[in-house]
């Protein structure tokens, strides 16, 4: 194979692994299973590309794309908090509902980029020219979004996060408003969402109202697939197996498209590795079981073997 | 003069039971607590001892009446900003500390009780120096785990890191909710003696509510029995102090008679 479509899938894997920081935030975190990301993703690269094309500078639009997804996912956690609305039907809602308003933002389905400035073409213009420009731009920002979550879960205010995620009881108890947790942690992880929306438009040259779709999905995908390889035992390797695992799926994409699959066959190969990631502890106990029962039958067979033999020579 | 740590006034609450009717869970309750006071609470189930722990904490705000803590009225206070000044010992061991973190995690998050949380790193040298004192006074060794996942703890550590957890910042308010019900029998005496240490140490002023007749004599300055609601005895001093199990127990049933005999009137 060659290196040009293996550092693509890096270059993606990194590029999707910001999004599935944000998403390793709610799912893995503060337990919430956050359906706001697939209206948050596009709603990044929505805003980003509609202020680039009316000549906004490419990081004051990237920036607002930022507070833009996290106005969504602030929105989701008031529904949830206040309105006593299912975690998951509060992201589907406000999901649904950005369908809608990123499409007002862009006033038609699909913005392209290709002859405006973007946060990659900007750096060319600064001197930093490189074949490997992007690669280089999101290996850089995902690590530091990395180490941002890692030291921000350490904080106090982390800390609290992370027990409201675990038991509200207990941290209600000890003082802390677990609303205000579940608020900050949504408008944390969605930011971090249009981030990579904002990023990934400027980087692939459009912006498209149908592109958050099955991002929930990878996303999710990426944290159980690193998850499983790296043990989460401390916030850093949880958070290293989250681009791990995003780097190793976009590869998994890459190889399925190899292999003869159709890109519309994706949606289904991701499912797999999911179930697969998620079935890997019960199918490698039931494997153990079934060696262990093996064994003994052989074992069995053989002392059965061995007594024959033994009754024969006796004979 | 001093305000009480509680004052309870003539609180009610009710629950919906189903089919449009409701249980008055607890029933125009009124209770004063003096500064460094340990009250044991006893009473049948669903007598209204948790309802009522439960409220002066804030998981329930009451129907009617008023609650104060140290001359404030607190009764509308949201459960989280009254566990600035309460702290609170849960009957599930599981419900008092958080499993996937850290045991220096979990105590950190409770030293910050009543401070305003910061982006300032959680566990720092200081606090951990203070962790490994405090542990070690439990005496289970703990002190040489402070990152091993609290989720690895048996139930009786467990309990006793909680109680370390809602006691280490002082709080004017202790309330221990049948705290070592769901612990074995030589578990929870561990747990029983290490409260009676710790609330007479810092001088605690407490709740507690247990099943157990005999700890609730024995520990603590005053004893309240709750029936239907209701506070129907409330021993003290030297009454107390001659009080037996046996004694008690035949107010218990006194009490259920009494209430026996009323349900007859009101049918008659």
């Given at each position: 194979?060659?290196?040009?479509?293996?550092?693509?899938?890096?270059?993606?894997?990194?590029?999707?692994?910001?999004?599935?920081?944000?998403?390793?935030?709610?799912?893995?975190?503060?337990?919430?299973?956050?359906?706001?990301?697939?209206?948050?993703?596009?709603?990044?690269?929505?805003?980003?590309?509609?202020?680039?094309?009316?000549?906004?500078?490419?990081?004051?639009?990237?920036?607002?794309?930022?507070?833009?997804?996290?106005?969504?996912?602030?929105?989701?956690?008031?529904?949830?908090?206040?309105?006593?609305?299912?975690?998951?039907?509060?992201?589907?809602?406000?999901?649904?509902?950005?369908?809608?308003?990123?499409?007002?933002?862009?006033?038609?389905?699909?913005?392209?980029?290709l002859r405006e400035p973007?946060?990659?073409?900007?750096?060319?213009?600064?001197?930093?020219?490189?074949?490997?420009?992007?690669?280089?731009?999101?290996?850089?920002?995902?690590?530091?979004?990395?180490?941002?979550?890692?030291?921000?879960?350490?904080?106090?205010?982390?800390?609290?996060?992370?027990?409201?995620?675990?038991?509200?009881?207990?941290?209600?108890?000890?003082?802390?408003?677990?609303?205000?947790?579940?608020?900050?942690?949504?408008?944390?992880?969605?930011?971090?969402?249009?981030?990579?929306?904002?990023?990934?438009?400027?980087?692939?040259?459009?912006?498209?109202?149908?592109?958050?779709?099955?991002?929930?999905?990878?996303?999710?995908?990426?944290?159980?697939?690193?998850?499983?390889?790296?043990?989460?035992?401390?916030?850093?390797?949880?958070?290293?197996?989250?681009?791990?695992?995003?780097?190793?799926?976009?590869?998994?994409i890459f190889y399925a498209?190899?292999?003869g699959f159709a890109p519309?066959?994706?949606?289904?190969?991701?499912?797999?590795?999911?179930?697969?990631?998620?079935?890997?502890?019960?199918?490698?106990?039931?494997?153990?079981?079934?060696?262990?029962?093996?064994?003994?039958?052989?074992?069995?067979?053989?002392?059965?073997?061995?007594?024959?033999?033994?009754?024969?020579?006796?004979? | 003069?001093?305000?009480?740590?509680?004052?309870?006034?003539?609180?009610?609450?009710?629950?919906?039971?189903?089919?449009?009717?409701?249980?008055?869970?607890?029933?125009?309750?009124?209770?004063?607590?003096?500064?460094?006071?340990?009250?044991?609470?006893?009473?049948?189930?669903?007598?209204?001892?948790?309802?009522?722990?439960?409220?002066?904490?804030?998981?329930?705000?009451?129907?009617?009446?008023?609650?104060?803590?140290?001359?404030?009225?607190?009764?509308?206070?949201?459960?989280?900003?009254?566990?600035?000044?309460?702290?609170?010992?849960?009957?599930?061991?599981?419900?008092?500390?958080?499993?996937?973190?850290?045991?220096?995690?979990?105590?950190?998050?409770?030293?910050?009780?009543?401070?305003?949380?910061?982006?300032?790193?959680?566990?720092?040298?200081?606090?951990?120096?203070?962790?490994?004192?405090?542990?070690?006074?439990?005496?289970?060794?703990?002190?040489?785990?402070?990152?091993?996942?609290?989720?690895?703890?048996?139930?009786?550590?467990?309990?006793?890191?909680?109680?370390?957890?809602?006691?280490?910042?002082?709080?004017?308010?202790?309330?221990?909710?049948?705290?070592?019900?769901?612990?074995?029998?030589?578990?929870?005496?561990?747990?029983?003696?290490?409260?009676?240490?710790?609330?007479?140490?810092?001088?605690?002023?407490?709740?507690?509510?247990?099943?157990?007749?005999?700890?609730?004599?024995?520990?603590?300055?005053?004893?309240?029995?709750?029936?239907?609601?209701?506070?129907?005895?409330?021993?003290?001093?030297?009454?107390?102090?001659?009080?037996?199990?046996?004694?008690?127990?035949?107010?218990?049933?006194?009490?259920?008679?009494?209430?026996?005999?009323?349900?007859?009137?009101?049918?008659?």
């Amino acid at each position: 194979m060659n290196w040009y479509a293996l550092s693509g899938s890096i270059e993606q894997g990194l590029a999707y692994g910001i999004l599935a920081l944000g998403v390793y935030l709610t799912f893995r975190v503060l337990s919430f299973a956050d359906l706001t990301v697939e209206g948050s993703f596009p709603l990044g690269a929505a805003v980003a590309a509609t202020l680039i094309v009316n000549g906004a500078h490419p990081l004051t639009a990237t920036s607002v794309a930022v507070l833009a997804g996290m106005a969504a996912g602030s929105m989701t956690a008031l529904l949830h908090t206040k309105m006593r609305i299912t975690g998951l039907l509060a992201g589907i809602l406000t999901m649904t509902s950005l369908y809608s308003i990123n499409l007002r933002i862009m006033g038609r389905p699909n913005v392209p980029l290709l002859r405006e400035p973007t946060v990659f073409k900007q750096l060319v213009q600064l001197g930093f020219d490189h074949p490997y420009q992007s690669l280089i731009v999101f290996t850089v920002l995902a690590v530091l979004i990395k180490l941002l979550i890692d030291w921000f879960l350490s904080t106090e205010i982390g800390l609290s996060m992370r027990a409201t995620g675990d038991n509200q009881t207990m941290i209600r108890s000890l003082g802390v408003s677990t609303d205000l947790m579940i608020v900050m942690g949504l408008a944390f992880s969605n930011g971090l969402v249009a981030l990579a929306g904002a990023l990934i438009a400027q980087y692939q040259g459009y912006a498209d109202v149908g592109m958050g779709l099955g991002t929930i999905v990878s996303g999710l995908a990426s944290v159980i697939l690193g998850n499983a390889l790296i043990r989460p035992t401390t916030v850093f390797r949880a958070t290293l197996g989250v681009l791990t695992g995003s780097v190793l799926y976009r590869l998994a994409i890459f190889y399925a498209l190899r292999a003869g699959f159709a890109p519309t066959d994706l949606r289904i190969v991701t499912a797999a590795i999911v179930v697969l990631a998620l079935a890997a502890p019960t199918i490698r106990e039931s494997l153990n079981q079934r060696r262990v029962r093996w064994r003994l039958r052989r074992m069995e067979l053989e002392g059965d073997e061995l007594a024959r033999v033994e009754h024969q020579e006796s004979v | 003069m001093n305000s009480p740590v509680l004052s309870i006034k003539k609180v009610s609450k009710s629950f919906p039971v189903g089919g449009g009717s409701t249980k008055i869970a607890v029933d125009r309750v009124s209770l004063t607590v003096p500064q460094g006071q340990f009250v044991t609470v006893i009473g049948s189930n669903g007598a209204g001892k948790s309802t009522l722990l439960n409220l002066v904490a804030g998981r329930y705000i009451p129907d009617t009446g008023t609650i104060s803590l140290n001359g404030t009225d607190i009764t509308n206070l949201s459960e989280h900003r009254r566990a600035a000044f309460i702290g609170r010992v849960f009957q599930d061991p599981l419900q008092g500390t958080a499993a996937s973190m850290t045991i220096e995690e979990n105590l950190s998050m409770a030293e910050s009780r009543g401070l305003r949380r910061t982006l300032r790193r959680g566990v720092t040298k200081e606090r951990r120096a203070r962790f490994r004192e405090l542990l070690a006074v439990l005496g289970l060794g703990l002190e040489d785990r402070l990152r091993s996942e609290v989720g690895l703890l048996s139930g009786g550590q467990r309990q006793s890191l909680s109680l370390l957890m809602a006691t280490m910042t002082k709080p004017s308010l202790l309330l221990l909710d049948e705290h070592t019900a769901a612990l074995d029998p030589k578990t929870a005496q561990q747990v029983v003696a290490l409260t009676e240490r710790i609330v007479r140490e810092y001088g605690l002023t407490t709740l507690m509510v247990t099943h157990n007749l005999e700890q609730a004599l024995r520990l603590g300055d005053r004893t309240i029995m709750m029936h239907e609601g209701k506070i129907v005895l409330d021993l003290s001093g030297q009454v107390r102090q001659t009080m037996t199990v046996a004694d008690l127990l035949a107010e218990f049933t006194r009490v259920r008679g009494e209430s026996l005999v009323d349900d007859r009137l009101l049918l008659a």
